[in-house]
């Protein structure tokens, strides 16, 4: 896809005053369609246009009435972000299909003025919109001429503008990385399966689970590579032929290995490759019949639809509803409507029927039995996950493994991060089927150089993916002080290449090591790091693995301290983050829960700017809203203290409200990591195993591996679209060592999203948005790494 240019938006220059928007919500209900509601109704308000509830999605709008298309005022969408379904309604509408039916859905939007509509829904309500719209003149031609509308108005509002949002949990959308509510929906599956596997390792139990996904097995895939589940089926890629046996074969052998539980997941849609569907009792059956396992069948169903949304939805549908407001009032008449999806972690336009067609072409695909090209046409990310699925659960016998006698040892380093230990899973697997020996250390840099090193084997490593914290150890030691030892240890056990997987302390020791090789020949080895720490500050990548759960941990915790406020009076919550200097967690955090301030590091504030925050949150008290929300990093400022705030708010809003405070602290770090870090961690750990497989092949000469060059020695980061391999010497510019942040940070783009949420006047800067892009065709998902890896 091409790059957007680069521009900066102020809004006193790109105004909705005269232009009336409509937001509705079509199809089955998604989590976080709330949250691209309450964005749509405040962007719209916030540039002067007039914003309108259209409820029950089209049946409200055809049935019209001053109940179904309500004006939308900024306090009708408060305390709506944490909710899940959508409280505008939805409803499927056949009357909107026929001709007659959009007849009466333009007069009652003429009516009200409205030629610019926010679509937030599946393929089909979309490309209904889109045939709304291409109808609309002719529409409004036939009310005149039945005399139910007068020319005038006609030729004023001759033009229907259309943006569409996808609110899917399936993720079946081509053109977007996910759809809104995908990652909601794999919430409520990990934590069905997190609680199942605890009984059926009780029992010794086989569980298989039936996900949704008619047409699409997003949600089985990923759950499955998020649990390490023992076999998955899904519509794109039916099992082989013979696949009963195989199947058998795989769960008896783990048994064998002392495995006390197996899973099965199941997409509702799956079939054969003879197009006959394989329902999860039929899997059941096959167990029972075959192996005699104790199997019980648990069908998800709504389950995964309902609950309050994940932060990336929040965050992801937040986005969406400022983008889609922002495209109507850049739209004219000759705009073809367009669809805000997400690519890598940028927000882009493109046209709307390219990406319905494309997704029709994946059914097409499957129904032709040409299950290869569907998987290629649901994107690189689906394809990816299917390739690191079957790398990590299907492991080959010994005699079938290639044998490269190298030895590479795995580590964690710095503060634990939810994930670690799925990364960890993910190398070994990948490491042993690359015909490595693995070898573990615990306890970081500081097990290395006391030689707490032992090798690792595909078995030891299951059940990973769902444990927090890190089960190897890890330790803030760097490795300068204790060089030689770790480099005698490393000659000691002939390691080969060194995986670091951890946070800031990680990228400084793969820089010591990096100046040590040229006094100790040991280091001269492939070394690679993954990022994990929930603070989410290593130069050289955009997300960390640990960082997604850290958020959800905070969204969940604001939700219940806003609850506390509920039926009170008003109240002002100041909340303490962790992140060190920097703001990540505080600033998209407070985006995920509704805040009306984050203070950071990155951001200087003074005593004027907490003033003004405090007469602010005073005038929203006063036109009814019940609760503040603020936010503050640990290391924000080290006079503006989270006392000297709560003290100064005490003050200030006496009278008006009242305040309390809340030190997150490591509740931040614990827990089981999400299905996010999950399948970050699995697969950018994959990724840099086959990374130094590369290397130490190309680095083996005559008999052993010497690797001193600047790109033996990298970081394996997100940057915007791609994983990318960067050398870490050549990030040292990019870096505040004081601080431990990096210089640049892609996220300080989204605080103005929050300020604008919260009612602050402010300018947005739309750099990686604002233009309509193209699909590329057979390319539908260009990121490798997609929003819920």
Known sequence: MAQPDTKKVFFENLTGAGKAIAVLTSGGDAQGMNAAVRAVVRMGIYVGAKVYFIREGYQGMVDGGEDNIKEATWESVSSMLQVGGTVIGSARCKEFRSHEGRLRAAHHLVEKGITNLCVIGGDGSLTGANLFREEWSGLLAELVEQGRWIGDAAQKHSALHIVGMVGSIDNDFCGTDMTIGTDSALHRIIEVVDAIMTTAQSHQRTFVLEVMGRHCGYLALVSALACGADWVLIPEMPPEDGWEDKMCQKLSATRSRGTR?????????????????????????????????????????????GGTPSAFDRILASRMGVEAVMALLETTANTPACVVSLCGNQSVRLPLMECVQMTQEVQKAMDEKKFEDAVKLRGRSFENNLKTYKLLAHRKPESELPTSNFNVAVLNVGAPAAGMNAAVRSAVRVGISEGHKMFAV????????KGQIKEIKWADVGGWTGQGGSLLGTKRTLPAKHVEKIAEQMRLHNINALLVIGGFEAYLSLLELQEARSTHEEFCVPMIMVPATVSNNVPGSDLSVGADTALNAITATCDRIKQSASGTKRRVFIIETMGGYCGYLASVGGLAAGADAAYIYEEPFDIRDLQSNVEHLTEKMKTGIQRGLVLRNENSNENYTTDFIYQLYSEEGRGVFDCRKNVLGHMQQGGAPSPFDRNFGTKISAKAMQWISKKLVETFRQGRVFANTEDSCCLLGMRRRNLVFQPVVQLKDDTDFVHRIPKDQWWLKLRPLMKILAKYRTSYDVSDSGQLEHVVRNRPKESDASAAM
Do not use: M, W
């Not at 615990?442 to 150089?449: K, R």
């Open 261 to 305: 539980l197996n899973i099965i997941i199941v997409a509702e849609g799956a079939i054969d490759r003879h197009g006959k569907p394989i329902t999860s009792s039929i899997v059941k059956d096959l167990v029972v019949k075959c192996l005699g396992f104790d199997t019980r069948v648990t069908i998800l169903g709504h389950v995964q639809r």
């Open 442 to 449: 615990s306890d970081g840099f500081e097990g290395l150089y």
